[in-house]
């Protein structure tokens, strides 16, 4: 196809421009450093701002800090895509997972009208997106009119241990996920009353499920709360 044929000489021109190679740098280099500090605030356990729980953007922050691994989850991935950009061979990986992170970030910044990343977050996502197309010729093969050859069937045998496999593993992820926390605040203070009957400390149950529905109280302190109580018991 023509397009594909012009995609290609256009990418290739410009990588042989010595200037575009620094300015690729620059931009790897840049947005590794905005990922790895903001990142390692998150996974060291500290607030990301000093905002005011009522400033929309502090709100959603406070919320967020309030997630627990969740947020430490965020700096890692932020950390790793940092780190992934600063090297060359891993620079493509990195930009892939750098970008929806950054566009989730721009979107939120619009969302909220937050001053504080109103211009740097949009301008990160051009960075990404310009060592996105940097990387063309290895991301074009997932392009819609880029048309790769598909490979003949010629297996009818049915995969039973691939397909017993996974049944297994389904099993498996159910159950550990049903099982592995002890108590739970669920949707309502109904639901969450519910499960008291087989807590190891009822009273302390219903203690945690008023704060999270009534009291509006963090999820990680009503935990703290609920299993200092059963031990103390």
Same mark, same amino acid.
Request: proline share 8%; charged share 20%.
């Given at each position: 196809m023509d397009i594909i044929y012009k995609l290609d000489e256009l990418h290739l021109k410009a990588k042989q421009n010595k200037w575009l190679n620094y300015f690729t740098i620059f931009c790897r280099l840049s947005l590794a450093a905005g990922f790895i500090l903001a990142g390692f605030v998150k996974v060291n356990g500290e607030r990301f701002t000093n905002l005011s729980n009522n400033q929309p953007m502090g709100h959603y922050l406070e919320a967020l800090f309030h997630t627990g691994y969740y947020y430490t989850f965020i700096g890692i991935l932020q950390m790793l895509a940092g780190a992934l950009l600063v090297f060359r061979r891993t620079a493509t990986l990195g930009a892939v997972l750098y970008f929806p992170i950054i566009l989730n970030i721009f979107i939120l910044s619009i969302a909220v009208r937050f001053e504080g990343s109103l211009l740097s977050s949009p301008l990160m996502v051009l960075a990404n997106l310009y060592l996105l197309c940097w990387d063309y010729?290895?991301?074009?093969?997932?392009?819609?009119?880029?048309? /790769?050859?598909?490979?003949?069937?010629?297996?009818?045998?049915?995969?039973?241990?691939?397909?017993?496999?996974?049944?297994?593993?389904? /099993? =498996?992820?159910?159950? /550990? /996920?049903?099982?592995?926390?002890?108590?739970?605040?669920?949707?309502?203070?109904?639901?969450?009353?519910? $499960?008291?009957?087989?807590?190891?400390?009822? $009273?302390?149950?219903? =203690?945690?499920?008023?704060?999270?529905?009534? $009291?509006?109280k963090p999820l990680d302190k009503s935990l703290d709360e609920y299993f200092k109580a059963v031990e103390d018991k």
């Open positions: 010729d290895k991301l074009k093969y997932i392009m819609p009119f880029y048309t /790769i050859p598909k490979p003949a069937i010629t297996d009818t045998k049915f995969p039973i241990k691939f397909f017993a496999g996974s049944a297994m593993a389904i /099993i =498996v992820l159910v159950l /550990i /996920i049903t099982n592995v926390f002890s108590i739970m605040p669920r949707n309502t203070a109904a639901d969450c009353k519910r $499960q008291c009957k087989s807590s190891k400390n009822p $009273q302390a149950c219903e =203690v945690f499920c008023d704060g999270i529905h009534n $009291q509006g």
